[in-house]
């Protein structure tokens, strides 16, 4: 299933539209909020990221990372809104991490060729997030507070396991559980590990 997701899902500029959209409602929603330190009204701060292995047709605005930054002199403090799309300060969209790392039976020296020449992920990146995903983010305190599932999600095989909690379609459980981390990509803590 995995595998052929990859394929469908990575390929498909239609998902990345969605998760656009849903980055952007919440970016709004952060905006009409004010500054968490002192009150005040909050502008738009959005950059460019220059993500890696972006499908061919994405617009410009599929690069830009939604932030904003408080309006009162002598604060400027910069909120940034949690995301579907960057997961922290990874090169690769959060879809590719969670797909590629959720191969079942790891990177075999052929698949990694495939998934070099797919997305241009090296076999060595997909190694540290297999490993990230099983030691630095259930040591996370968003994982102690989120990850109780009944039965228990099974560690060994983080994030294929996590996945398949999500619904059946393979769309369907990479948006879930995309939406699912949105609170780790605001922090700073533990996605720059990865
Ligand atoms: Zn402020």
Redesign the pocket.
């Known amino acids: 299933m995995v595998e052929q997701a990859i394929q469908n899902v990575l390929r498909d500029t239609r998902f990345y539209e969605l998760l656009l959209r849903f980055d952007r409602q919440i970016a709004d929603v952060a905006h009409a909020d004010r500054?968490q330190?002192?009150g005040?009204a909050l502008h738009w701060g959005s950059y460019e990221r220059k993500p890696r292995g972006v499908p061919a047709g994405l617009g410009p605005e599929h690069l830009r990372r939604f932030s904003l930054c408080?309006a009162?002199d002598g604060?400027r403090?910069r909120e940034t809104p949690g995301s579907l799309r960057f997961l922290g300060r990874k090169v690769f969209f959060g879809a590719m991490v969670v797909l590629i790392s959720a191969m079942q039976q790891g990177v075999t020296p052929a698949r990694a060729k495939q998934l070099q020449a797919l997305v241009g992920v090296s076999r060595r990146t997909v190694a540290r997030w297999r490993d990230w995903w099983r030691t630095v983010f259930i040591d996370s305190p968003f994982w102690r507070a989120y990850g109780a599932f009944v039965p228990p999600v099974t560690i060994a095989d983080l994030p294929a396991s996590l996945l398949e909690r999500f619904s059946d379609a393979a769309e369907n459980q990479v948006l879930l559980l995309l939406r699912f981390l949105v609170p780790i990509t605001t922090g700073r803590g533990i996605l720059q590990a990865i």
């Open positions: 500054c330190k002192c005040a408080c009162a604060c403090k």
